[in-house]
């Protein structure tokens, strides 16, 4: 199959990392992808087989993309178009409606932001993927039109390389983020948790990879944190382009999402928390529960500096039971959220919306009448 993937960016974030990740998983199954994309870090760490085509998205030229991805769509005889975030989504929309290819949207975000908030969309979309049963029941409450062609397919991770273990003593709580301004008190109350916990364990440092617009704000919040401590107990590491080779090296790791599911595919105990919900170490009773959810812990209470200094403080005091829960929840983990077999999913459903071989004489005609629109 020829597979076309567009999002609006390319640099950090979880949306950004399931489409570099699932491209290369894609080409790894046999089948061809093109990623329609802005400059970015995750262009490099594309597969050599996969061809990246630079595309900036913005709301005042969607349209004009949309002409240049329908252009690209005939010219290399793309079968399906799979968009990520809002603005890609709209345009890849517009492109498939030019085209006659069916569009698949992957929900990263707001239901609201990325989709609902342009009426055409939910009727453009041949498929829906969500990556959890909540966002199904979301969909499903929101709209009527979008429900019935949701599908639930999770992000998929995969295991690390094997990684040397921490033979030093520390104690190294990871956290990783895109450090944007929404995020900056949340990520300011873990410094100073991080820095009031230190005086009582010499071994225990905080490192948070991430970047983003914050980052300089909250490089003066760690430095103030540091001094409290009277050392450096909390590490800013900036960008990692292999972020589950970070995460294997942890001795617990604090987030959601996919950064929770990196982490357990390492074996690695993970609190669930991000600036809204702070919930209790994954284990197998709350894995279930926290699976529906995609790792974030809904109902929890909102984190602050002095719940996430009691939290940090707990599990620093079991780390070793919680690397033993974590260790036993791994094959599980792996079983459910497998790269190769999700991305195997995926590919599966592309199959079923793919155009039939008879319409190629009419792929033709679609072809020539793009060209001329682009022209």
């Known amino acids: ?33 093109w990623v329609a994309a802005p400059p970015g870090r995750q262009a490099a760490l594309l597969h050599s087989s996969v061809e990246h085509v630079p595309v900036s998205y913005s709301d005042l030229n969607h349209p004009l993309q949309a002409l240049r991805l ?37 929900l990263h975000g707001q239901l609201q932001h990325d989709l609902t908030r342009w009426p055409g969309a939910p009727a453009m979309l041949a498929r829906l993927i969500v990556v959890s049963p909540f966002f199904a029941d979301l969909v499903a409450r929101h ?11 999770p992000n998929g991770a995969r295991r690390a390389p094997a990684v040397a273990g921490r033979a030093d003593g520390r104690q190294v709580v990871v956290c990783a983020a895109r450090v944007i301004h929404r995020m900056e008190a949340f990520l300011t109350d873990l410094a100073h948790a991080a820095g009031d916990l230190a ?28 001094r409290a401590a009277g050392r450096t107990v909390v590490r800013l590491r900036g960008y ?14 604090l987030g959601v ?41 809904q109902h929890s209470p909102p984190p602050d500096r002095a719940a996430l200094r009691r939290a940090l403080a707990d599990a620093v005091g079991h780390l070793d039971g919680l690397a033993r829960e974590a260790r036993d929840l791994q094959p599980l983990v792996a079983r459910d959220y497998d790269l190769d077999v999700v991305a195997g999913r995926v590919e599966e459903l592309y199959r079923s919306l793919a155009p039939s071989p008879c319409h190629a004489d009419d792929r033709v005609q679609e072809s020539m009448a793009t060209d001329r629109l682009v022209a």
Not at 146 to 152: A, E, N, R, S
Not at 199 to 225: K, M, N, W
Not at 240 to 253: F, G, N, Q
């Open 240 to 253: 990692h382009p292999d972020l589950p080779v970070a995460l294997a090296r942890a001795s617990l790791v």
């Open 70 to 106: 329908a252009r690209l769509v005939r010219r290399e005889g793309i079968d399906v178009i799979h968009a990520h975030q809002r603005l890609a989504t709209m345009t890849a929309c517009l492109a498939g409606r030019l085209t006659a290819r069916p569009v698949v949207a992957t």
């Open 199 to 226: 005086r009582e364990h010499p071994a225990f440092e905080l490192h948070i990879y991430g970047d983003g617009p914050a980052l300089p704000a909250l490089v003066s919040r760690t430095e103030e944190a540091n």
């Open 143 to 153: 709209s009527p039109v979008l429900g019935p062609k949701t599908v639930c397919i």
């Open 1 to 33: 199959m020829r597979i076309l993937l567009a999002v609006k960016d390319f640099d950090f974030g979880g949306a950004q990392n399931h489409v570099r990740q699932l491209a290369n998983a894609l080409v790894a199954r046999g089948q061809r992808v």
């Open 257 to 297: 999402g996919r950064v929770a599911l990196e982490a357990l595919m390492q074996g690695v105990p993970v609190i669930p928390v991000n600036r809204r919900y702070l919930g209790q170490p994954v284990s197998r009773r709350r894995y279930s529960a926290l699976a529906t959810t995609n790792f974030v812990p």
